[in-house]
């Protein structure tokens, strides 16, 4: 049996999870439709060619390996 503790906002998590909800919600401002366009016409997926897609790998590969923040012990 695993343990159960109880978090703020009074969400209740396991000692194994690995995610937690909060009860409050919160609202932001955003941009109206008019001054932001949010249509998905033209994005990378749509024009993906195989190339473009070992170019995005390879880019983040290099991320991954030089510049990207790791935790000692997962290297």
Not at 22 to 47: G, I, K, N, Q
Not at 59 to 70: F, G, H, S
Request: charge should be neutral; aromatic fraction near 10%; hydrophobic fraction near 30%.
């Amino acid at each position: 049996s695993t343990s159960s503790t109880t978090h703020p906002y009074g969400a209740a998590a396991s000692a194994s999870s690995r995610i937690r909800f909060s009860l409050a919600v919160e609202v932001f401002d955003t941009f109206a439709p008019h001054d932001y366009d949010r249509s998905c016409t033209d994005v990378t997926c749509h024009r993906l060619t195989p190339m473009l897609a070992y170019q995005i790998k390879q880019e983040l590969n290099e991320y991954k390996l030089r510049d990207m923040a790791v935790h000692p012990h997962s290297r």
